[in-house]
């Protein structure tokens, strides 16, 4: 079943300890649209300016992604996000934001993508994020991610938008300050007391917790010797996520358990090169070998 | 089947965001004496002082651990530790170290103990280490563990006590620095190259990672919604771990995967309160009710 996805789309200037790359694509809509094609259609909402490379609109439409949503805004620029990762490289750098367009991104969805069953609301201004959630019908299985930054500065529009959803997906510090303990565990199930029926955790190199109706399950991360660039990992752990839920619809307990297995493989691949790099260059059946290999990692037998 | 452990007792003074404990009783063979008791037969081989409080050495023998090899020196003082912890608590801040007897501890196991099949050589000079493990039969099982001091200082003897025993086991950050690499897996495989033929990797509230002949498993932590004091987690880890393997016998990768369960569990009931505070109030009945939950946490059905 089809799968929306809102949030930015960005020209990223990347630093690790493998090099730089300048103003490739990235954003939390162009990983996760890149992740879950996958796995279903995938139905993109985002904006743009006039500086987008057409070559990366063309890449997405040629992967099959429905661009209708896509929206350029003439004499404006794209979202532009520079960063830095060093050592471990577990936390991002920023070094440069440039809001441009995503300033005053509200988007009104094209009609035929009003009656999409699955959506994931990217990490954005909440007030936008209930917006769209709105124009979607009641019956859809939404999802939002969302960042510190909303989690101080917007809190009461936060819990708002959170009220619209059927989960979120956050990392672990967002998680901490949202349900403020050091704790993480009493994090999340003070999360839950917020009203918030399934909440996914994301913990980079340690994998992830996820929390349905007060019940946990967790994982660890896929066991890789080298990480390139981390950026977009969280966003294709969500698109793995999502990705899975819509293509078999079992949003269980134990449906949702095997999307979180799917989407910390697609996450894996992520990190293995820089950008979208290394997701443009694997097909589905990657994934599930990978799959394979995890469960392995992860399992009894 | 008996567990031989060898390593330090010690007198501890602890604060955490919980309050401030002086003088409690610690160190790694009493933390994995007391966790490994769950299992099997424990035999103690340790060095004390004569400020050593005697109701700490009834303690020990009333919870059947064998203390024929706890030397007590006269005109000596035990090893004292004083730590704090704050915040997220996942590091000890060492404020002081006297390790009085403990720098001559170089133990001559009684006749009866030599014969011991399974044995943990916990934290502590490697010379002394190989020394112990010598011995010991050729055929006994027998994990050491180590840290960044021994694995900085004194290289060349660590890995010559590892080449004699069947296991290694180190947190995280130790792993790196002996592999060489911040990238666990890479550090992991790295020590696998250096002929460790099983590492079991702790990582605090992130969980742990069971390495045998190249071939890798994992596991959470178990979910806690608050941290009491984390001193003595990894050795009573290591006490779960050990103890079920001795208890059961079964050596191979899937007896190892069920031991990392129990290492898990154990070293749960240790960080709910100060010391050994919590490990003395619960039986194996609760140890094990705790591990249903854990494997429900992690499993797959």
Chains 1, 2 share one sequence.
Do not use: C
Not at 7 to 13: C, F, I, K, P, Q
Not at 122 to 141: C, M
Not at 156 to 170: F, P, Q, S
């Amino acid at each position: 079943m089809s799968l929306l996805v809102t949030g930015s789309m960005a020209l990223d200037t990347i630093t690790t300890p493998h090099g730089t790359r300048e103003a490739v694509l990235g954003g939390a809509a162009s990983f996760f649209s890149v992740g879950a094609r996958h796995f279903t259609d995938v139905r993109l909402v985002a904006v743009i300016g006039d500086d987008f490379p057409d070559e990366h609109v063309a890449m997405l439409r040629d992967r099959g992604i429905d661009i209708e949503g896509l929206e350029r805004r003439a004499g404006a620029k794209t979202f532009r996000w520079t960063g830095r990762y060093a050592g471990r490289m577990d936390v991002a750098e920023t070094l440069d934001t440039q809001l441009n367009v995503l300033g005053e991104f509200k988007p009104t969805l094209p009609g035929k993508f009003t009656d999409t069953p699955f959506a994931f609301l990217a990490n954005g201004d909440p007030v936008t994020q209930a917006w769209v959630r709105d124009q979607l019908s009641p019956n859809a299985f939404v999802f939002l991610d969302t960042m510190n930054f909303w989690i101080e500065g917007s809190r009461d529009a936060l819990l708002e938008a959170i009220r619209k959803v059927n989960g979120v997906v956050m990392n672990d510090d967002e998680a901490r300050a949202l349900g403020g303990s050091d704790n993480l565990i009493a994090s999340v199930n003070r999360i839950a007391d917020m009203g918030v029926s399934t909440l996914v955790v994301k913990k980079g190199e340690h994998g992830a917790i996820l929390m349905k109706d007060g019940e946990l399950f967790a994982l660890p991360a896929y066991p890789l010797e080298a990480v390139f660039d981390p950026t977009g990992a969280g966003d294709t752990f969500a698109s793995g996520f999502m990705g899975a839920v819509a293509e078999s619809g079992d949003t269980t307990f134990q449906g949702l358990k095997r999307a979180l297995a799917y989407g910390t493989v697609v996450a894996s691949f992520t990190v293995e090169g820089f950008g979208l790099e290394r997701l443009l260059e694997i097909d589905r059946e990657e994934i599930d070998r990978r799959l394979e290999v995890f469960l392995k990692f992860t399992g009894w037998e």
